[in-house]
C-alpha cells in the first residue's frame, strides 16, 4: 500500500507538499481551506514586525506565451499558456498581534497538518537580531511546527533585510543561531536564488544550526515594456522596482540551485520550491534529493488555495509509488536523492571521441601549463 506521508526535520507530514509563503497562506480562512484540501502543510505568509504598506498597484501580473507566436505578455487572451508569475508585494500586512490568536486557533483545528510560521526581521543591530527572537517565540507558542526564515524576499530596500541580507553569509548564520537560541522547534532557512553560489550561504545557515534549507524564492526580475506605449506592463506612474519571477519560468532555474544543495550536502534536508504544479515537476526535487516541496503560483491560479494542484500532487505521488512498487519502494523516502550524483561537470560527460577533448584545460589542448597560468 501506498503510504504518502514522510518526515521531514522530525515532523510527520501526511504528505510532503506544502503550500509555501505567499498569498495562499495570508489568512486563516485560506489557511483552513488549504488543510481542508489536502495539504500536508502550510507555511504562513511572512510574518515581520514591521508596519508594510503595499505598493498602489497591482501587486501579481501573470506573464504568458502564445503557442503559435515568440508574443509573451501579461495581457490576458485566450490560448496563451502560464510563463510566469511576477511580483513585488511586501511580507504580510498583518502585525503579529493579528496572526498569533489565529496561528493558534488553525493548529486546534487541525492538529494533524503541519504549520510553518515564515518570520522576517532586520540584522542591523541587535534590537532587530531580537525581533527574531520575538517573532519565533510567539510562534512556536501558539502551536507552529516549524520555523522559517525569510532570508530572500526580493522586494525590499533595506540592506539589513530579505535577498539582501540572504546575500551576506556571515549574517545568515548569525540570524539561524539567534532564532535557534530561543526555538524548540526545526528552523528552515529560505535562501535566495540571487547569488553567485548558494551554497555558500547555505552553509552559514547549517553552521547557524539550520535544519533545513528552503530554496528558491522569487528570482529577482523586471517586467517587459509594452511595445505600444512604452510604459512596463505593470508599473505605478510609470515607474516599477524589481521584483520577484515564480511559475514554471523557474522551474529549470531552481533546480540547478537545488542540484548544487543537495550535492554539497547530501545528509542534510531541504525542500524544494519553484514552478511546481504537478507531481511530474515536484518528482525533479525529490529525485535531486529535497525531503519535501512547496508551490505557490499554480496555487494562486487555482481557487487560491490550489484544491485541484493538491489533489493531483497526491494522486501523482499514489500512482507513482504503485508503479515502481515491484522495486521495494512504499514511500517518498525510498526514491529522495535516487537521482543526486546525475548531474556532473562538463568534462565527465562522454564525447563521441573519448581522446578528442581533456576537460578544455589540458596541455595537449594547446592550453598553457597550469604553473604559466599566474
Ligand atoms: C505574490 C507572491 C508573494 C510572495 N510572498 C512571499 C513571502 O511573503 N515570503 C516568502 O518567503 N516568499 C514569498 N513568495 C515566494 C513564494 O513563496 C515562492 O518561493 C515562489 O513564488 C516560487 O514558487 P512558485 O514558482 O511555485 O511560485 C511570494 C510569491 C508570490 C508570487
Known amino acids: 500500500m501506498a503510504d504518502l506521508s514522510t518526515t521531514f526535520t522530525g515532523i510527520r507530514f501526511q504528505n510532503p507538499f506544502l503550500l509555501s509563503s505567499a498569498p495562499p497562506t495570508e489568512s486563516e480562512s485560506n489557511i483552513l481551506r488549504a488543510f481542508e484540501a489536502g495539504w500536508g502543510g502550510v507555511v504562513t505568509k511572512t510574518i515581520g514586525l514591521h508596519p508594510v504598506v503595499n ?3 497591482p501587486k501579481t501580473k501573470f506573464l504568458r506565451a502564445d503557442a503559435d507566436s515568440p508574443h509573451l505578455s501579461m495581457k490576458k487572451r485566450p490560448g496563451a499558456a502560464l510563463h510566469s508569475s511576477w511580483n513585488w508585494e511586501l511580507i504580510s500586512d498583518k ?3 493579528w496572526w498569533v490568536p489565529r496561528l493558534g486557533r488553525i493548529k486546534k483545528a487541525y492538529p494533524n497538518h503541519i504549520l510553518v510560521a515564515s518570520i522576517m526581521a532586520g540584522s542591523g543591530n541587535d534590537t532587530e537580531l531580537r525581533h527574531w527572537q520575538t517573532l519565533a517565540t510567539a510562534c512556536q507558542n501558539e502551536g507552529c511546527d516549524a520555523l522559517e526564515l525569510n532570508l530572500s524576499c526580493p522586494h525590499m530596500d533595506r540592506q539589513d533585510m530579505g ?3 540572504g546575500k551576506d553569509k556571515e549574517l545568515v548564520s548569525i540570524v539561524t543561531k539567534v532564532v535557534k537560541e530561543v526555538s524548540k522547534i526545526p528552523v528552515w532557512a529560505k535562501l535566495t536564488p540571487s547569488t553567485t553560489d548558494i551554497v555558500v550561504e547555505a552553509r552559514g545557515a547549517f553552521l547557524g544550526g539550520a535544519d533545513a534549507i528552503s530554496s528558491s524564492n522569487t528570482f529577482t526580475s523586471l517586467p517587459l515594456f509594452d511595445a505600444e506605449t512604452l510604459e512596463f506592463e505593470v508599473h505605478v506612474d510609470g515607474f516599477v522596482s524589481t521584483g520577484g519571477l515564480g511559475g514554471p519560468a523557474i522551474l529549470p532555474l531552481s533546480l540547478a540551485k537545488m542540484s ?3 550535492q554539497a550536502f547530501p545528509d542534510k ?3 524544494g520550491i519553484g514552478g511546481i504544479s504537478t507531481f ?4 525533479n526535487y525529490f529525485l535531486l534529493g529535497c525531503g519535501t516541496v512547496q508551490i505557490c ?3 494562486m491560479l487555482d481557487h487560491a488555495v490550489g484544491p485541484n494542484v493538491i489533489r493531483e500532487l497526491n494522486d501523482g505521488l499514489r500512482l507513482f509509488l504503485e508503479k515502481h512498487a515491484d522495486k ?3 514511500r517518498v523516502d525510498d526514491f529522495v536523492g535516487l537521482r543526486r550524483d546525475r548531474v556532473v561537470a562538463q568534462s565527465r560527460i562522454r564525447r563521441p571521441d573519448e581522446k578528442a577533448y581533456h576537460g578544455g584545460h589540458e596541455t595537449a589542448e594547446g592550453y598553457a601549463a597550469p604553473d604559466e597560468l599566474v
Open 280 to 283: 511530474a515537476h515536484a518528482l
Open 55 to 57: 505598493v498602489a498597484g
Open 269 to 271: 534536508s531541504f525542500s
Open 297 to 299: 503560483t499554480a496555487a
Open 260 to 262: 548544487q544543495l543537495t
Open 95 to 97: 502585525t503579529l498581534d
Open 163 to 165: 535577498s539582501n541580507l
Open 328 to 330: 521495494g519502494w512504499t
